[in-house]
T-cell receptor, first 113, second 114 residues
Framework: NAGVTQTPKFQVLKTGQSMTLQCAQD?????MSWYRQDPGMGLRLIHY???????DQGEVPNGYNVSRSTTEDFPLRLLSAAPSQTSVYFC????????????FGQGTRLTVV | GNSVTQMEGPVTLSEEAFLTINCTYT??????LFWYVQYPGEGLQLLLKATKADDKGSNKGFEATYRKETTSFHLEKGSVQVSDSAVYFC?????????????FGTGTRLQVTL
């Protein structure tokens, strides 16, 4: 039982490049989300999804796209990377829409140069 | 909007010392409150939670009580160990829009020395 799996663990991009951060879960959780973690700012919500085909914006959505075609996967796309997107990205899932425990992946450390 | 304020770190303690990490919150509704812990190189894991006023969450010797009158959820442990060294995040979950979303504090790094 893998839980929440994020790939890659580390990535270096040049400004303007695009990439997709992958998140997969095997817990059949309805809710999936992406956060970024920056020093002194805690975790901030980028996008979230309450089920396949449904996505919504969080606190800091600009520069990121998401889609949810299956229950298991919730990829995060950076279309044109900027140095301000250098961060650690976490995918998190919950069983339902309400305030239950969130399960986190191990994170992707992204550096944009 | 919702917000969570935690004490600045790092907090450095000797093993077996008493730990308090302060957390206060602002929320428009009736949130659930959480403490998450992040060990080096890992994602966050739930440490404890409380879903209504006066509830006490506890786990692994850590405790926190949901105080609505002071809008606080301070984390305490009577005797810390070196293995407790980590970053601790206070968070609230409140229903806005289509789902309950977590709002995190900035995190408090705890370092425990022998």
């Amino acid at each position: 039982n893998a839980g929440v799996t994020q790939t890659p663990k580390f990535q270096v991009l040049k400004t303007g490049q695009s990439m997709t951060l992958q998140c997969a879960q095997d817990m059949n959780h309805e809710y999936m989300s992406w956060y970024r973690q920056d020093p002194g700012m805690g975790l901030r919500l980028i996008h979230y999804s309450v089920g396949a085909g449904i996505t919504d914006q969080g606190e800091v959505p600009n520069g990121y796209n998401v889609s949810r075609s299956t229950t298991e996967d919730f990829p995060l796309r950076l279309l044109s990377a900027a140095p301000s997107q250098t961060s650690v990205y976490f995918c998190a899932t919950k069983f339902g829409r309400e305030g239950t425990e969130a399960f986190f992946g191990q994170g992707t450390r992204l550096t944009v140069v | 909007g919702n917000s969570v304020t935690q004490m600045e770190g790092p907090v450095t303690l000797s093993e077996e010392a008493f730990l308090t990490i302060n957390c206060t919150y602002t929320a428009t509704g009736y949130p659930s409150l959480f403490w998450y812990v992040q060990y080096p190189g890992e994602g966050l894991q739930l440490l404890l939670k409380a879903t209504k006023a006066d509830d006490k969450g506890s786990n692994k010797g850590f405790e926190a009580t949901y105080r609505k009158e002071t809008t606080s959820f301070h984390l305490e442990k009577g005797s810390v160990q070196v293995s407790d060294s980590a970053v601790y995040f206070c968070a609230l979950s409140d229903r806005t829009g289509t789902a309950s979303k977590l709002t995190f504090g900035t995190g408090t790094r705890l370092q425990v020395t022998l």
